[in-house]
């Protein structure tokens, strides 16, 4: 997969999306293989590897994550590659310039394998003369690899209080989220989110990701019901180039899950156990599990149906329908996923006749909310939270938009259940309402900065 | 203008709900529409001959001329002998290949300009959902557009493709219309029924999922390098068709020689053996008899 889509140029940094799951164990395992043998065909590139702990968004203790996190780290270091060990909480931390997509290389169209990896060598030159000579790149990966090893002293900072707010403010913030579709699209842009961190922060210039083909399958079907069909291709393909000066590449999306557990088995590839959002939840908890279960019972039936799947996945592009009105719109994108937006609302569009019936029946929420907490007072005493969500909201994309909805109109819910102090509701909305208001202030300043920059840019050319 | 609607559906009260609403909006706003009804006779006793009563009673009420096309008089064959022949799998291939290429010879014969049917969004989500399971990607780009067709053949519309299929039951039932709802009785073994299992546990998971389906499909993008099917016209009957033969004629062939399996699954081979057959008839038969042999063994 990675000789055919040649994107990967000698020597460059490549970050690898370690999950301990058997998909990307076998990744792992190959890119070692790749780089050990003396084969035609070796890989030229130097491999990184990521480790995500979500174990707070499962409601896991501190010491069950810290035994996964031994086990990992007992993985990660035989296999002799810098590691980062990173866990959801810092996602928090993040500057907002994770949300802009950037291309710090203009010339990156180059036609042909040869021109592109002698541009390559030379910026990547270019780059160390301006570093200097002080930090060289055994220096470098000593840095790497010391951060990967000061996991516990962060989880330590994390147990005592004196790092308190992220890991309530995160286990809040999924607590708000009502359904399970919505808690795993937050789960997987905010793991997005700190993995591109991580690769920029460290000069990682692309990121691979065990994305199986059973997997790849799932995920289109997961996406077509998610309203995310304009973006299949880039949500699934082999190369996502969304963020610009990150590549996602997909190299294990040829393989399906059978061949892959096989692989494990018949090499002896170590594979962890975490326990995610959806394990011991029902078929039916979420659209993703629900998807799955379908296409393995279909499978089961109907032999083809996976690769038919992937195969009409392999049929989308990713630039978008054309637009029949000529208003040429400046490509915005989408604050959480980065895709291009596709609500432009169009002439008998299904986003049209959403948007009609929405405003002929506009939910109640203050209504909702006295009704059922009538003997309580102050229930009314906070003005409505629609006003938040609408300034968010225009600058999602449809399938981003679903998920953020749910994500607001629980705080109406939260509110009118009352189960718990009417203090601690009003913490969990405050908590999500600054953090999606924090993140559209940051980023707005920022887009309407990149923005700007490229319209210049554009009018300097 | 004339506009026809079908009684296209199994299920009967989207269109009994469509030409309700047309019939109320021709004479509240003035469209200037001529309103036909067109229904179509599967032959599946038990099944049709019940919404057809429904139909007829509906007609009644709405006073709109009603045309009935049956399969029988079209093809020569019902639906009820062809499960006969066929067993219980792959009905619906012909029945829906039938009844397409029937709306549109009875709308023709009735000399109507466009053809409405009542396609809600839950068909369009699943139908959606099944081109993408089948990798039909020429389907798939057009499905989810409101108007279809254009050159060749009559253009139809799905007036009602925004509205939820809970929606147009209740909407029936607070109007008091009459309509008929059964399964089809050879419905059950299709793999539409997957399908639609899958849709109405998505809905219950997250209502709006209906609507975000059509709203990917609307979406959906296909690569530029994708060879799709080009549409031609059938040589023998001259209905639009992507193949030299339409699907229709193929089954038909099949059914007409005792072998109904022939023209499910790939085809390619046995367009050509009926192509080459079309001249020198009597010659090539053993020799077709041979090959068609071949692929229902496979």
Not at chain 1, 386 to 411: A, F, H, I, M, N
Request: glycine share 8%.
């Amino acid at each position: 997969m990675l000789g055919k889509n040649r994107c990967i140029y000698p020597g460059e940094k490549v970050l690898l999306a370690f999950s301990g799951g058997p998909t990307s164990s076998s990744m792992l395992r190959q890119v070692q293989e790749g780089l050990n043998r003396e084969a035609a065909k070796k890989l030229r590139f130097k491999p990184g590897i990521i480790y995500i702990d979500e174990g707070a968004v499962c409601g896991r203790t501190l010491d069950e994550r810290e035994k996964t996190c031994r086990q990992v780290e007992a993985i990660l270091q035989a296999s002799g590659f810098p590691y980062h060990l990173v866990f959801l909480e810092e996602v928090f931390d993040l500057p907002a310039s994770v949300l802009n997509s950037l291309s710090h290389r203009p010339a990156d169209q180059a036609h042909s394998y040869k021109e592109a990896v002698a541009d390559f060598t030379r910026w990547r030159q270019q780059c160390e003369k301006k570093e200097g000579a002080a930090t060289s790149l055994e220096d470098r990966l000593a840095e790497c690899s010391l951060q990967g090893c000061a996991w516990k002293e962060r989880l330590a900072v994390l147990d005592t209080s004196s790092f308190p707010a992220s890991h309530t403010e995160l286990s809040r913030l999924f607590g708000a989220v009502k359904s399970l579709t919505a808690k795993e699209e937050l789960l997987q842009t905010l793991r997005t989110h700190l993995i591109l961190h991580v690769a920029r922060r460290n000069g990682y210039s692309k990121v691979m990701v065990g994305d199986s083909c059973t997997r790849v399958s799932v995920k289109l079907l997961t996406n077509l019901c998610l309203g995310r069909g304009a973006f299949l291709a880039m949500d699934t393909g082999f190369s996502d180039s969304r963020h610009g000066d990150i590549l996602i590449l997909r190299p294990m999306r040829e393989y399906p899950a059978k061949e892959i557990i096989f692989y494990n088995y018949l090499f002896g590839v170590p594979t962890i156990f975490t326990p995610g959002l959806g394990t011991k939840a029902s078929d039916r908890a979420s659209i993703h599990l629900l998807i799955e279960s379908f296409l393995c019972k279909l499978q089961s039936e109907f032999p083809s149906t996976v690769s038919t799947v992937y195969r009409t996945g392999e049929k989308l592009s990713a630039a978008p329908r054309e637009v029949d009105s000529g208003v040429p719109t400046a490509p915005a994108q989408c604050l959480l996923c980065l895709c291009p937006l596709d609500t432009n609302v169009e002439d008998g569009s299904s986003l049209q006749s959403m948007l009609l019936s929405e405003q002929l029946c506009p939910r109640p929420p203050a209504e909702n909310c006295c009704e059922t907490g009538r003997t309580q007072a102050g229930c009314c005493g906070r003005p409505p939270v629609v006003g938040d969500s609408s300034q968010l909201l225009p600058l999602l994309c449809y399938g981003c938009r679903l998920t953020v909805k749910e994500l607001v109109s629980v705080q109406g819910k939260v509110c009118a259940t009352r189960r718990a102090p009417a203090s601690a509701d009003a913490k969990v909305c405050s908590c999500s309402q600054d953090w999606a208001q924090g993140k559209v202030a940051r980023s707005l300043s920022h887009h309407t900065f990149t923005r700007r920059l490229s319209a210049s840019d554009a009018g300097l050319r | 203008m004339n506009a026809i609607m079908g009684t296209i559906k199994e299920k009967g009260q989207d269109s009994t709900v469509l030409a309700h609403v047309l019939r109320l909006l021709n004479e509240r706003h003035g469209y200037g529409l001529r309103l036909l009804l067109l229904s179509v006779d599967e032959g599946i006793a038990g099944y049709r001959d019940d919404s057809l009563a429904a139909v007829r009673r509906s007609r009644g009420r709405l006073g709109l001329p009603l045309h009935v096309v049956s399969y029988q008089e079209l093809y020569g064959w019902s639906m009820d002998r062809i499960v006969r022949h066929t067993g219980s799998r792959n009905n619906c291939t012909f029945c829906g290949v039938f009844r397409r290429q029937a709306l549109d010879r009875g709308a023709v014969l009735l000399g109507a300009d466009k053809i409405a049917t009542g396609h809600n969004a839950d068909d369009v989500a699943e139908t959606i959902l099944m081109n993408f399971l089948r990798g039909d990607v020429g389907r798939l780009q057009r499905c989810a557009e409101i108007l279809t067709g254009g050159e060749g053949a009559l253009p139809r519309c799905k007036p009602l493709k925004h509205a939820y299929e809970k929606e147009i039951v209740l909407y029936a039932y607070f109007q008091g219309l009459d309509y008929f709802s059964t399964e089809c009785v050879y419905a059950p073994n299709a793999y539409r029924g997957h399908v639609r299992a899958l849709l109405k546990d998505l809905e219950a998971i997250r209502p709006s999922s209906v609507a975000d389906l059509v709203h990917s499909g609307e979406r959906l993008a296909v690569r530029k390098d994708v060879r799709l099917p080009v549409q031609g016209t059938c040589r023998r009957c001259g209905y639009f068709s992507s193949q030299p033969l339409c699907k229709a004629c193929v089954l038909l062939e099949g059914l007409n020689r005792g072998l109904p399996k022939l023209a499910i699954g790939k085809t390619n081979r046995l367009q050509k053996a009926l192509l080459e057959g079309e001249k020198p008839r009597a010659d090539l038969e053993t020799e077709e008899n041979s090959r068609v042999g071949r692929t229902i063994d496979f």
